[in-house]
């Protein structure tokens, strides 16, 4: 590895880092795109594997400060990521099965959708007190199951820690405010990003040196993200609304070279 590959894995990774930690989710979604494009990776399902390992490390390492700060929604995390593991390793499985190309042109078009459903305007209805108790499990199960378990689908399917749908997929499911879905986001982009991870890996699809980079990268960018957030504060919005446009974006780029 050249030393211009070298820098621009770490950039990359601090750039992933840096949106986790911010908007608790995204980051992933550029991950692939990055690894082909500015990195290097010639295989679609060798930047796939790689983005998937990297993508964990660096949502554990936001997860720690999200959860000192209290708020994670563990038991909701549970569920979900129990949901989303289960359809992560059947998308995996599928993923890898299918023709590398045609995965960059779906990929891009992931991108396209997810970008435009990020600027439609969120409910405002919020419940921080929310919790699955034995009370709230009948009401909260059968949304959480089904959500997390499409997500994992996707997650693996693709090689994404998924975090941008996880995070408006818990405000659907359980109405908790947005800073608790980015900080429970994260249990479940750990988890997803592990169930895919380990499967890339076993059929030997990941690239350790690079990912090695990535998380060095990714871990300086989390720190970085997490404390601009809170400086950010209620601007937020206006930022999440130029990292949508940038998805999507990137897709049709993905999509337009890939046909």
């Known amino acids: 590895m050249d030393t211009a590959a070298l820098l621009a894995a770490l950039a990359s990774g601090g750039l992933i880092g840096l949106i986790l930690g911010l908007v608790g989710g995204g980051g992933s979604i550029l991950a692939v795109p990055l690894l082909i494009y500015v990195v290097g990776v010639g295989s679609p399902h060798a930047a796939i594997g790689t983005a998937a390992v990297a993508v964990t490390v660096n949502a554990l390492a936001s997860l720690v400060g999200h959860a000192r700060a209290g708020r994670v929604k563990w038991r909701c995390a549970s569920v979900f990521a129990v949901s989303g593991m289960i359809g992560a390793a059947l998308g995996a499985e599928l993923g890898k099965a299918f023709d590398g190309k045609r995965l960059l042109v779906l990929f891009g078009l992931l991108m396209i ?14 419940a921080p007190d929310v919790r699955l108790t034995r009370q ?34 818990l405000v659907l499911a359980t109405a908790m405010p ?23 890996a076993l059929s030997g699809m990941v690239d350790w040196r690079v990912t090695a980079l990535l998380v060095v990268g990714g871990v300086v960018g989390t720190i970085g993200g997490i404390s601009l957030g809170k400086l950010l504060g209620s601007r937020k919005g206006l930022l999440e609304r130029g990292f949508a446009a940038a998805v999507i974006a990137i897709g049709a780029y993905i999509t337009s070279s890939s046909i």
């Open 113 to 126: 959708g997810v970008g435009l459903s990020m600027l439609r305007k969120r409910r405002t209805a919020e």
């Open 136 to 169: 709230s499990a009948a009401t909260l199960l059968p949304r959480l199951v089904p959500i997390g378990l499409g997500v994992g689908l996707a997650a693996g399917f693709f090689g994404i820690g998924g975090g941008f749908l996880i995070v408006p997929g």
């Open 178 to 200: 947005l800073p608790f879905a980015i900080g429970t986001s994260l249990v479940v982009v750990s988890a997803l990003g592990f169930a895919t991870a380990t499967s890339y």
